[in-house]
């Protein structure tokens, strides 16, 4: 009987971390694009929401991306011709690189006003369909109004180290801290 107790209270509470685990997060509306014209030639965008946005994910991409030591090691994340030259370098004066910035993203405005918080997304090599923010969470595949995860949308922290053998995903260690 001890056996069978202990049993069920182990299947209760795997039961319960799987749901904890697959329940999905709250989405929230947002709008997502590779580029002002494309945001532009969405008939369904305000043509200031689209410049704003666009604006402050590009002032942002240089705080927020993830840096890497070597040009090699953010290809290796990102994808070739991928990365670019940080304008930031390291305590020691030696050059960072980040990836490109693959599109924005903003989210819908309290109210349903607009949208605001643009933010830069990048696209990993490993699933280059999937537009990811600067703190590696994902905003989907779908360009123009979507649904995405709330956390999604939170603005990304500023990053002031730089990333080692990968980073972004999970193929290799990162070193350093992140500010905020």
């Known amino acids: 009987m001890k056996n069978l107790t202990s049993i069920s209270v182990v299947a209760l509470v795997a039961a319960g971390a799987l749901w904890f685990t697959t329940r999905e997060e709250p989405k ?10 494309q945001c532009l030639a969405d008939v369904n965008m305000v043509r200031s929401d689209c410049e704003k946005n666009y604006a402050a ?6 705080s927020v991306a993830p840096k890497f030591a070597t040009q090699r090691e953010c ?9 670019e030259k940080a304008p930031q370098t390291t305590s020691t004066g030696s050059s960072m690189f980040m990836p490109l910035m693959m599109g924005y993203m903003m989210g819908s405005v309290i109210g349903g006003r607009g949208y605001g918080n643009g933010q830069p997304l ?5 699933n280059p369909g999937t537009f990811r923010t600067a703190d590696n969470k994902s ?4 360009v ?3 649904k995405v995860a709330k956390s999604s949308t939170t603005r990304p922290t500023a990053k002031s180290s ?6 972004f995903g999970s193929l290799g260690r990162r070193f350093g801290s992140a500010a905020t």
């Not at 929230?28 to 014209?37: K, M, R, W």
């Not at 290809?75 to 990365?83: D, I, N, P």
């Open 122 to 126: 990048y696209r990993t090599r490993a």
């Open 57 to 62: 994910a590009k002032q942002q991409h240089a």
């Open 75 to 83: 290809e290796e994340e990102f994808g070739a011709a991928r990365c």
């Open 28 to 37: 929230t509306d947002a709008a997502v694009y590779e580029s002002l014209q």
């Open 139 to 142: 905003a989907g595949r779908t």
């Open 144 to 146: 123009g109004r979507t």
């Open 162 to 167: 730089t990333r080692s053998r990968g980073g």
